[in-house]
């Protein structure tokens, strides 16, 4: 019934359709909105490590400081914890993954952009296919090929008998879920952070302005104190977001390394 | 990779949580899929749900001799 009043009352609850945009210039062209928050934020990103690393100094500026603190998160935090001692080696893949993807999360609060581009399942996919591509070489090359299949596949102490059971569940696990459950994970928790904004902030436009009366100001008003609390919250899930994927990628590659005999 | 190494102790901790839920999907994906495909084939709904006991049944025992083990 509620939703009878709404429609008919011409409030357009946000939906899918929000995520799908026109060209940015006009009929006949390709380049969209999440294509431009996907280029500002490459270039935010390479510019704010390439600022931060130049001219580094003994006592470090403010920028320096902020580019070695993300950096030093990484190494330590991320590399070092899930990867063991051998972890420095991927801390340049890690820490550049991380600021990719933390930069695209955030553009979903900036004003104007207000689009979290990872929020677009393509965007993910890729990242987690880089990662998955990067843990599959790194155990090839390190365990050879067929001790890399064997030791996911074969877990020891198990009774003979149980491998036809098992061997396809790790395989399925390590090559289909691992790449799946990155890639849905990152960008659902975009797209139902970015609806659930977008329908504090909107709903409460059109309580306020549209429906008005005493309800309307009154709930409205709430809606929208609401929005700016969830857009603290979504900040918050935006960067932990991006730090569950780097972890994982990072703990992908520890597993890849040193598979536990 | 050694026990005693506190390092290396924390990131077995890491992993298994992760690694377990994907295990758990994998079992009831994997061997559900198989029990749907011998149910269509053979029209009958038992090998289904056969197929799903089967897969969370190996799944959670794999999560108990890959991580549960002291």
Known sequence: MSTRIVAESGFHSPGPADFEFPPLFGEGTFFTKPMLVIVLGTIAVGAFFYFAARRSTLVPGKLQFAGEAVYGFVRDGIARDAIGR???KYVPYLVTLFGFIAVLNISGIIPVLQLPATSKIAI???LALISWVIYNY??????????????????PGVPKAIYPLLAPLEFFSTFIVRPFTLTL?????????????LLTILGGEYLIFEYQGLVGIAAGSVSILFSIVLTFFE???QILQAYVFVLLSAIYIGGALSHEH | MSPDDPDDTRRTDQ????????LVVSGVAVWGGVGWLVSEWLNSRVFLVLGLLVGMGSALYLVWVRYGKP
């Open chain 1, 86 to 88: 051998e972890g420095i």
């Open chain 1, 124 to 126: 993910p996919l890729f």
């Open chain 1, 138 to 155: 790194v155990g090839i090359s390190r365990q050879g090929f067929g001790g890399y299949f064997k030791n996911m596949m074969f877990p």
């Open chain 1, 185 to 197: 994970r990152l960008t659902f928790n975009m797209f139902a952070g970015h609806l659930v904004l």
């Open chain 1, 235 to 237: 900040a918050f899930v």
């Open chain 2, 15 to 22: 992993t298994s949580a992760w690694d377990a839920f994907s």
